[in-house]
Protein backbone atom coordinates (compact mmCIF):
# COMPACT_ATOMS: atom_id res chain seq x y z
CA UNK A 1 0.00 0.00 0.00
CA UNK A 2 1.20 3.01 -0.92
CA UNK A 3 1.43 6.17 0.78
CA UNK A 4 -0.92 9.00 0.73
CA UNK A 5 0.59 11.73 -0.63
CA UNK A 6 -0.62 13.83 2.33
CA UNK A 7 1.97 12.19 4.40
CA UNK A 8 4.76 11.82 1.88
CA UNK A 9 3.52 9.51 -0.77
CA UNK A 10 3.36 9.49 -4.23
CA UNK A 11 0.49 11.63 -5.74
CA UNK A 12 -1.99 9.89 -8.28
CA UNK A 13 -1.89 12.74 -10.15
CA UNK A 14 0.84 15.44 -11.04
CA UNK A 15 0.07 17.03 -14.16
CA UNK A 16 -2.59 19.66 -13.64
CA UNK A 17 -6.27 19.24 -15.36
CA UNK A 18 -7.94 21.80 -17.59
CA UNK A 19 -7.49 25.11 -16.11
CA UNK A 20 -10.61 27.33 -15.51
CA UNK A 21 -12.09 29.77 -16.86
CA UNK A 22 -10.67 29.09 -20.29
CA UNK A 23 -9.67 31.67 -23.72
CA UNK A 24 -7.95 32.05 -27.03
CA UNK A 25 -7.02 34.04 -29.55
CA UNK A 26 -10.82 34.89 -30.13
CA UNK A 27 -10.43 36.94 -26.54
CA UNK A 28 -7.27 38.36 -27.18
CA UNK A 29 -8.74 39.86 -30.43
CA UNK A 30 -12.00 41.07 -29.19
CA UNK A 31 -9.93 43.04 -26.47
CA UNK A 32 -7.71 44.35 -29.23
CA UNK A 33 -10.67 45.92 -30.83
CA UNK A 34 -12.19 47.85 -27.79
CA UNK A 35 -9.24 49.25 -27.14
CA UNK A 36 -8.62 50.77 -30.65
CA UNK A 37 -12.04 51.82 -30.89
CA UNK A 38 -11.62 54.18 -27.86
CA UNK A 39 -15.40 53.14 -27.07
CA UNK A 40 -14.29 51.62 -23.75
CA UNK A 41 -17.08 52.08 -21.75
CA UNK A 42 -21.00 53.40 -21.86
CA UNK A 43 -23.65 51.29 -23.33
CA UNK A 44 -24.49 53.09 -26.27
CA UNK A 45 -25.57 52.21 -29.32
CA UNK A 46 -23.30 49.21 -31.37
CA UNK A 47 -21.53 48.59 -28.30
CA UNK A 48 -20.51 45.02 -26.91
CA UNK A 49 -22.63 45.86 -23.78
CA UNK A 50 -25.63 46.06 -26.79
CA UNK A 51 -24.11 43.32 -28.58
CA UNK A 52 -23.81 41.08 -25.75
CA UNK A 53 -27.34 41.75 -24.01
CA UNK A 54 -28.83 41.13 -27.13
CA UNK A 55 -27.01 37.82 -27.62
CA UNK A 56 -27.73 36.73 -24.43
CA UNK A 57 -31.24 37.37 -24.82
CA UNK A 58 -31.37 34.90 -27.95
CA UNK A 59 -29.47 32.43 -25.77
CA UNK A 60 -32.20 32.28 -22.83
CA UNK A 61 -35.21 33.74 -24.70
CA UNK A 62 -35.99 36.73 -22.70
CA UNK A 63 -36.59 40.26 -24.25
CA UNK A 64 -34.67 42.39 -21.79
CA UNK A 65 -31.18 42.04 -20.69
CA UNK A 66 -29.29 44.32 -18.61
CA UNK A 67 -25.37 44.04 -18.30
CA UNK A 68 -23.92 45.07 -14.78
CA UNK A 69 -20.76 45.18 -12.89
CA UNK A 70 -21.37 41.88 -11.44
CA UNK A 71 -23.98 39.31 -9.86
CA UNK A 72 -24.52 40.99 -6.27
CA UNK A 73 -25.10 44.23 -8.01
CA UNK A 74 -27.42 42.51 -10.35
CA UNK A 75 -29.26 40.97 -7.17
CA UNK A 76 -29.51 44.63 -5.33
CA UNK A 77 -30.81 46.27 -8.69
CA UNK A 78 -33.13 43.46 -8.94
CA UNK A 79 -34.47 43.88 -5.83
CA UNK A 80 -34.48 47.99 -5.96
CA UNK A 81 -36.52 47.47 -9.00
CA UNK A 82 -39.07 45.30 -7.70
CA UNK A 83 -39.54 48.06 -4.85
CA UNK A 84 -37.91 46.39 -2.10
CA UNK A 85 -37.05 48.70 0.82
CA UNK A 86 -35.65 48.80 4.28
CA UNK A 87 -37.89 46.56 6.36
CA UNK A 88 -39.41 44.14 3.73
CA UNK A 89 -38.24 40.58 4.09
CA UNK A 90 -37.06 37.93 1.54
CA UNK A 91 -36.55 34.77 1.52
CA UNK A 92 -33.62 33.03 0.35
CA UNK A 93 -32.11 29.33 1.16
CA UNK A 94 -30.35 29.01 4.14
CA UNK A 95 -27.55 27.58 2.02
CA UNK A 96 -25.85 29.71 -1.27
CA UNK A 97 -23.49 31.78 -1.71
CA UNK A 98 -23.55 34.54 1.07
CA UNK A 99 -24.43 37.29 -1.49
CA UNK A 100 -27.71 35.98 -2.00
CA UNK A 101 -28.67 37.49 1.21
CA UNK A 102 -26.40 40.07 1.54
CA UNK A 103 -27.89 41.86 -1.53
CA UNK A 104 -31.11 41.85 0.60
CA UNK A 105 -29.09 43.30 3.32
CA UNK A 106 -27.76 45.77 1.43
CA UNK A 107 -30.76 47.46 1.25
CA UNK A 108 -31.92 47.55 4.57
CA UNK A 109 -34.24 44.26 3.36
CA UNK A 110 -34.13 41.83 6.04
CA UNK A 111 -33.22 37.72 4.77
CA UNK A 112 -35.22 35.07 5.97
CA UNK A 113 -33.54 31.72 5.77
CA UNK A 114 -35.43 28.57 4.13
CA UNK A 115 -33.53 25.28 4.28
CA UNK A 116 -32.91 23.28 1.79
CA UNK A 117 -34.28 20.27 0.12
CA UNK A 118 -31.42 17.43 1.17
CA UNK A 119 -31.22 15.85 -2.03
CA UNK A 120 -30.81 18.41 -4.38
CA UNK A 121 -29.44 21.23 -1.93
CA UNK A 122 -31.99 23.70 -3.52
CA UNK A 123 -34.03 25.45 -1.55
CA UNK A 124 -37.17 23.36 -0.07
CA UNK A 125 -40.42 24.87 -1.33
CA UNK A 126 -42.33 23.73 2.10
CA UNK A 127 -40.10 25.67 3.84
CA UNK A 128 -40.37 28.55 1.61
CA UNK A 129 -44.37 28.69 2.74
CA UNK A 130 -43.35 28.43 6.10
CA UNK A 131 -41.13 31.81 5.80
CA UNK A 132 -43.70 33.45 4.41
CA UNK A 133 -44.97 36.12 6.57
CA UNK A 134 -47.09 39.62 6.00
CA UNK A 135 -43.66 41.41 5.59
CA UNK A 136 -42.19 38.96 3.02
CA UNK A 137 -42.00 41.48 -0.94
CA UNK A 138 -39.83 38.26 -2.75
CA UNK A 139 -38.48 34.81 -2.79
CA UNK A 140 -34.95 34.34 -4.16
CA UNK A 141 -34.86 30.95 -5.27
CA UNK A 142 -30.98 30.00 -6.31
CA UNK A 143 -29.72 27.46 -8.81
CA UNK A 144 -27.11 26.23 -6.72
CA UNK A 145 -23.99 24.28 -8.43
CA UNK A 146 -25.91 24.59 -12.02
CA UNK A 147 -28.95 22.54 -10.37
CA UNK A 148 -32.36 24.02 -11.09
CA UNK A 149 -34.34 25.07 -8.19
CA UNK A 150 -38.09 23.36 -8.16
CA UNK A 151 -39.60 26.38 -10.38
CA UNK A 152 -42.81 24.71 -10.69
CA UNK A 153 -43.31 24.51 -7.03
CA UNK A 154 -41.95 27.77 -6.13
CA UNK A 155 -44.11 29.59 -9.17
CA UNK A 156 -47.64 28.42 -7.51
CA UNK A 157 -46.20 29.50 -3.91
CA UNK A 158 -45.53 32.85 -5.59
CA UNK A 159 -48.36 32.97 -7.52
CA UNK A 160 -50.63 32.31 -4.09
CA UNK A 161 -48.80 35.28 -2.47
CA UNK A 162 -48.60 37.28 -5.15
CA UNK A 163 -44.84 37.35 -4.75
CA UNK A 164 -42.10 37.36 -7.62
CA UNK A 165 -39.78 34.36 -7.82
CA UNK A 166 -36.28 36.55 -8.34
CA UNK A 167 -33.68 33.56 -9.69
CA UNK A 168 -30.24 33.91 -8.27
CA UNK A 169 -28.65 32.10 -11.74
CA UNK A 170 -24.56 33.02 -10.79
CA UNK A 171 -24.17 29.33 -11.39
CA UNK A 172 -26.52 28.13 -13.68
CA UNK A 173 -26.06 29.94 -17.13
CA UNK A 174 -26.95 26.97 -19.48
CA UNK A 175 -28.99 24.88 -17.32
CA UNK A 176 -32.77 24.36 -18.28
CA UNK A 177 -35.76 23.22 -16.31
CA UNK A 178 -38.30 21.53 -18.35
CA UNK A 179 -36.53 23.04 -21.60
CA UNK A 180 -36.49 26.49 -20.45
CA UNK A 181 -33.60 28.62 -19.33
CA UNK A 182 -32.83 29.09 -16.03
CA UNK A 183 -33.44 33.15 -15.91
CA UNK A 184 -36.24 32.80 -17.97
CA UNK A 185 -38.51 31.24 -15.80
CA UNK A 186 -39.23 33.64 -13.09
CA UNK A 187 -40.03 37.51 -12.44
CA UNK A 188 -36.44 38.25 -12.99
CA UNK A 189 -33.02 36.48 -13.44
CA UNK A 190 -29.20 37.38 -12.24
CA UNK A 191 -26.36 36.06 -13.40
CA UNK A 192 -23.09 36.57 -12.41
CA UNK A 193 -19.42 36.35 -14.81
CA UNK A 194 -17.22 35.96 -11.99
CA UNK A 195 -13.91 33.99 -12.88
CA UNK A 196 -15.18 30.87 -11.77
CA UNK A 197 -18.41 31.11 -13.25
CA UNK A 198 -20.22 29.34 -16.29
CA UNK A 199 -18.37 32.64 -18.92
CA UNK A 200 -16.66 35.17 -17.40
CA UNK A 201 -15.25 38.55 -17.35
CA UNK A 202 -13.34 38.30 -14.03
CA UNK A 203 -16.11 40.05 -13.02
CA UNK A 204 -19.55 41.14 -14.32
CA UNK A 205 -23.57 40.36 -14.44
CA UNK A 206 -26.24 40.38 -16.09
CA UNK A 207 -30.38 40.90 -14.86
CA UNK A 208 -33.02 39.69 -17.38
CA UNK A 209 -36.79 39.53 -17.76
CA UNK A 210 -39.61 39.37 -19.80
CA UNK A 211 -41.34 42.35 -18.17
CA UNK A 212 -40.69 45.96 -20.28
CA UNK A 213 -41.64 48.11 -17.48
CA UNK A 214 -38.84 46.58 -14.78
CA UNK A 215 -36.68 46.68 -17.30
CA UNK A 216 -36.26 50.14 -17.93
CA UNK A 217 -35.59 50.72 -14.51
CA UNK A 218 -33.55 48.10 -14.41
CA UNK A 219 -31.31 49.87 -16.82
CA UNK A 220 -31.92 52.86 -15.35
CA UNK A 221 -30.69 51.75 -11.66
CA UNK A 222 -27.07 51.01 -12.88
CA UNK A 223 -27.11 53.90 -14.63
CA UNK A 224 -27.21 56.79 -12.17
CA UNK A 225 -30.84 56.91 -12.09
CA UNK A 226 -31.08 58.37 -15.33
CA UNK A 227 -34.19 58.47 -17.32
CA UNK A 228 -34.23 56.23 -20.85
CA UNK A 229 -36.40 59.12 -22.44
CA UNK A 230 -34.81 61.93 -24.37
CA UNK A 231 -33.99 64.37 -22.40
CA UNK A 232 -31.34 61.71 -20.01
CA UNK A 233 -32.47 63.62 -16.70
CA UNK A 234 -31.89 61.64 -13.68
CA UNK A 235 -35.66 60.80 -12.13
CA UNK A 236 -34.65 58.52 -9.13
CA UNK A 237 -31.44 57.62 -6.73
CA UNK A 238 -29.25 54.67 -9.06
CA UNK A 239 -25.82 53.32 -8.86
CA UNK A 240 -23.23 53.27 -11.36
CA UNK A 241 -22.87 49.73 -11.75
CA UNK A 242 -21.95 49.52 -15.40
CA UNK A 243 -19.79 47.14 -17.53
CA UNK A 244 -17.37 48.00 -19.43
CA UNK A 245 -16.91 47.19 -22.92
CA UNK A 246 -13.55 44.94 -22.68
CA UNK A 247 -15.59 43.13 -20.28
CA UNK A 248 -18.68 42.50 -22.60
CA UNK A 249 -16.36 41.89 -25.44
CA UNK A 250 -15.25 39.17 -23.72
CA UNK A 251 -18.40 37.94 -22.80
CA UNK A 252 -19.42 37.82 -25.93
CA UNK A 253 -16.77 35.02 -27.61
CA UNK A 254 -17.51 33.45 -24.15
CA UNK A 255 -21.23 32.61 -24.78
CA UNK A 256 -20.36 31.29 -28.04
CA UNK A 257 -18.11 28.87 -26.28
CA UNK A 258 -20.43 28.03 -23.59
CA UNK A 259 -23.02 25.10 -24.89
CA UNK A 260 -19.62 23.06 -26.29
CA UNK A 261 -18.37 23.38 -22.84
CA UNK A 262 -21.67 21.95 -21.51
CA UNK A 263 -21.36 19.48 -23.77
CA UNK A 264 -18.43 18.34 -22.31
CA UNK A 265 -18.70 19.07 -18.32
CA UNK A 266 -22.12 16.75 -18.68
CA UNK A 267 -20.05 13.97 -20.20
CA UNK A 268 -17.30 14.03 -17.62
CA UNK A 269 -19.77 14.68 -14.60
CA UNK A 270 -21.97 11.57 -15.87
CA UNK A 271 -18.60 9.29 -16.29
CA UNK A 272 -17.58 10.78 -12.47
CA UNK A 273 -20.83 9.84 -11.00
CA UNK A 274 -21.04 6.53 -12.80
CA UNK A 275 -17.41 5.28 -11.73
CA UNK A 276 -17.60 6.38 -7.71
CA UNK A 277 -21.46 4.79 -7.46
CA UNK A 278 -19.21 1.85 -6.38
CA UNK A 279 -17.30 3.72 -3.90
CA UNK A 280 -19.29 2.93 -0.94
CA UNK A 281 -20.13 6.01 1.02
CA UNK A 282 -20.25 8.91 -1.57
CA UNK A 283 -23.45 10.06 -3.18
CA UNK A 284 -23.94 11.93 -5.59
CA UNK A 285 -26.05 15.45 -4.74
CA UNK A 286 -29.07 14.58 -6.45
CA UNK A 287 -28.98 11.22 -5.76
CA UNK A 288 -31.09 10.43 -9.06
CA UNK A 289 -31.41 12.96 -11.69
CA UNK A 290 -34.95 14.55 -11.94
CA UNK A 291 -36.43 14.75 -15.29
CA UNK A 292 -37.34 18.04 -15.36
CA UNK A 293 -33.25 18.83 -14.68
CA UNK A 294 -33.04 19.31 -18.93
CA UNK A 295 -29.85 19.96 -18.25
CA UNK A 296 -27.57 20.92 -15.54
CA UNK A 297 -25.26 24.19 -15.54
CA UNK A 298 -22.29 21.89 -14.05
CA UNK A 299 -21.02 24.80 -12.18
CA UNK A 300 -19.56 22.09 -10.02
CA UNK A 301 -20.44 18.42 -9.16
CA UNK A 302 -21.26 17.30 -5.71
CA UNK A 303 -21.10 14.59 -3.66
CA UNK A 304 -21.97 13.81 0.09
CA UNK A 305 -19.57 12.05 1.90
CA UNK A 306 -20.38 9.48 4.67
CA UNK A 307 -17.92 9.58 6.86
CA UNK A 308 -18.84 6.02 8.17
CA UNK A 309 -17.76 4.73 5.42
CA UNK A 310 -14.48 6.23 5.36
CA UNK A 311 -13.37 4.90 9.13
CA UNK A 312 -15.49 8.30 10.36
CA UNK A 313 -12.43 10.64 9.12
CA UNK A 314 -13.37 14.15 9.27
CA UNK A 315 -14.61 15.72 6.04
CA UNK A 316 -11.73 18.36 5.94
CA UNK A 317 -9.02 15.24 6.28
CA UNK A 318 -10.92 13.57 3.04
CA UNK A 319 -10.58 17.24 1.51
CA UNK A 320 -7.27 17.63 2.37
CA UNK A 321 -6.17 14.21 1.32
CA UNK A 322 -8.02 14.43 -2.10
CA UNK A 323 -6.54 17.74 -2.71
CA UNK A 324 -2.98 16.13 -2.09
CA UNK A 325 -3.77 13.62 -4.30
CA UNK A 326 -3.82 16.13 -7.52
CA UNK A 327 -7.55 16.30 -7.24
CA UNK A 328 -8.87 19.85 -7.19
CA UNK A 329 -11.79 20.12 -4.66
CA UNK A 330 -13.33 22.83 -2.57
CA UNK A 331 -10.96 23.03 0.49
CA UNK A 332 -12.44 25.48 2.67
CA UNK A 333 -14.92 24.61 5.16
CA UNK A 334 -18.56 25.27 3.82
CA UNK A 335 -21.18 26.61 6.52
CA UNK A 336 -24.77 27.79 6.29
CA UNK A 337 -25.96 31.09 5.17
CA UNK A 338 -27.58 31.71 8.74
CA UNK A 339 -23.58 30.87 10.36
CA UNK A 340 -21.95 33.46 8.56
CA UNK A 341 -20.24 35.75 11.00
CA UNK A 342 -22.39 38.88 9.09
CA UNK A 343 -25.45 37.27 10.29
CA UNK A 344 -24.65 35.06 13.03
CA UNK A 345 -22.34 37.00 15.32
CA UNK A 346 -24.14 39.84 17.22
CA UNK A 347 -20.45 41.34 17.71
CA UNK A 348 -19.88 41.57 14.45
CA UNK A 349 -19.25 45.32 13.30
CA UNK A 350 -21.86 45.28 10.46
CA UNK A 351 -24.17 42.84 11.88
CA UNK A 352 -26.98 42.60 9.46
CA UNK A 353 -31.17 41.65 10.69
CA UNK A 354 -32.22 38.35 9.74
CA UNK A 355 -34.88 35.78 10.11
CA UNK A 356 -33.89 31.94 10.14
CA UNK A 357 -36.78 29.57 9.46
CA UNK A 358 -34.72 26.41 9.81
CA UNK A 359 -31.28 25.51 8.94
CA UNK A 360 -30.66 22.10 9.86
CA UNK A 361 -30.52 20.39 6.88
CA UNK A 362 -28.08 23.17 5.05
CA UNK A 363 -25.99 22.99 8.18
CA UNK A 364 -25.78 18.98 7.85
CA UNK A 365 -24.89 19.04 3.96
CA UNK A 366 -21.86 21.42 4.63
CA UNK A 367 -20.92 19.39 6.53
CA UNK A 368 -20.67 16.08 4.19
CA UNK A 369 -20.01 18.20 0.73
CA UNK A 370 -17.87 17.29 -1.25
CA UNK A 371 -17.44 19.79 -4.82
CA UNK A 372 -15.76 19.18 -7.61
CA UNK A 373 -15.37 21.65 -10.87
CA UNK A 374 -15.49 25.36 -11.31
CA UNK A 375 -16.44 25.53 -7.29
CA UNK A 376 -12.74 24.46 -7.10
CA UNK A 377 -11.93 26.53 -9.12
CA UNK A 378 -10.84 24.22 -11.97
CA UNK A 379 -12.03 22.79 -15.68
CA UNK A 380 -11.81 19.24 -14.62
CA UNK A 381 -14.88 18.48 -15.67
CA UNK A 382 -13.95 19.38 -19.25
CA UNK A 383 -11.49 16.40 -19.47
CA UNK A 384 -12.08 12.87 -21.44
CA UNK A 385 -13.27 9.96 -18.99
CA UNK A 386 -9.41 8.67 -19.46
CA UNK A 387 -8.12 12.19 -17.30
CA UNK A 388 -11.23 11.89 -15.04
CA UNK A 389 -10.64 8.40 -13.95
CA UNK A 390 -7.15 9.73 -11.72
CA UNK A 391 -10.56 11.21 -9.22
CA UNK A 392 -11.21 7.60 -9.10
CA UNK A 393 -8.22 6.02 -8.19
CA UNK A 394 -6.99 9.03 -5.76
CA UNK A 395 -10.78 8.18 -3.59
CA UNK A 396 -10.13 4.77 -4.08
CA UNK A 397 -6.25 5.52 -2.30
CA UNK A 398 -7.84 7.24 0.45
CA UNK A 399 -10.28 4.51 1.37
CA UNK A 400 -7.58 1.98 1.41
CA UNK A 401 -5.80 4.37 3.84
CA UNK A 402 -8.43 5.52 6.08
CA UNK A 403 -6.45 4.60 8.91
CA UNK A 404 -3.90 6.86 8.66
CA UNK A 405 -5.54 9.33 8.25
CA UNK A 406 -7.94 8.29 11.04
CA UNK A 407 -4.78 8.30 12.82
CA UNK A 408 -3.49 11.36 12.12
CA UNK A 409 -6.58 13.10 14.00
CA UNK A 410 -5.99 11.04 16.56
CA UNK A 411 -3.15 12.82 17.57
CA UNK A 412 -3.99 15.83 16.21
CA UNK A 413 -6.84 15.58 19.26
CA UNK A 414 -4.38 14.38 21.84
CA UNK A 415 -1.62 16.94 21.35
CA UNK A 416 -1.72 20.28 23.13
CA UNK A 417 -0.22 22.02 20.58
CA UNK A 418 -2.59 25.12 18.81
CA UNK A 419 -2.58 25.15 15.32
CA UNK A 420 -3.73 27.40 12.58
CA UNK A 421 -4.43 25.75 9.85
C1 LIG B 1 -21.13 34.24 -7.49
C2 LIG B 1 -22.44 34.28 -6.85
C3 LIG B 1 -23.10 35.48 -6.55
C4 LIG B 1 -22.43 36.82 -6.66
O1 LIG B 1 -21.95 37.14 -7.92
P1 LIG B 1 -20.69 38.16 -8.04
O2 LIG B 1 -20.57 38.38 -9.50
O3 LIG B 1 -19.52 37.49 -7.43
O4 LIG B 1 -21.08 39.39 -7.30
C5 LIG B 1 -24.38 35.43 -6.05
N1 LIG B 1 -24.99 34.26 -5.83
C6 LIG B 1 -24.39 33.08 -6.09
C7 LIG B 1 -25.15 31.81 -5.85
C8 LIG B 1 -23.10 33.05 -6.60
O5 LIG B 1 -22.50 31.87 -6.83
Known amino acids: MTALALYGG ?42 F ?65 PDTHTIDPSSVKVAISEKTRAIIAVHLGGHPADMDRLGLIGADHGLPIVEDCAQSLGAT ?125 AFTLDPEAFGNISISSFRAALRAEGIPVVLRDLIACPDEPVYADAASQDHARSRTVSCARARAACKKLVLFGQAAGSGMLLEDPSEVADVVRAVEKIHDNMGQLREAERQRATTCVPSDS
Request: net charge neutral.
Open 10 to 51: PPIRTRPFQPWPQSDQTELGALAGVLASRRWGGIHSGSQGEA
Open 53 to 117: ERALGEYLDVPHVAVVANGTAGLMIALRALGIQAGDEVVVPAMTYVATATAVSMLGGVPVFADID
Open 177 to 301: WSGAHTGSLGRVGVFSFASTKNISAGEGGAVVTHDGELAARIASLRDHGRSLGVTGHHSELGWNLRLSEFQSAILRVQLERLDRQLTAKTKGAAFLTSALSSVPGLRPVPADPNPRVTRHGRFSL
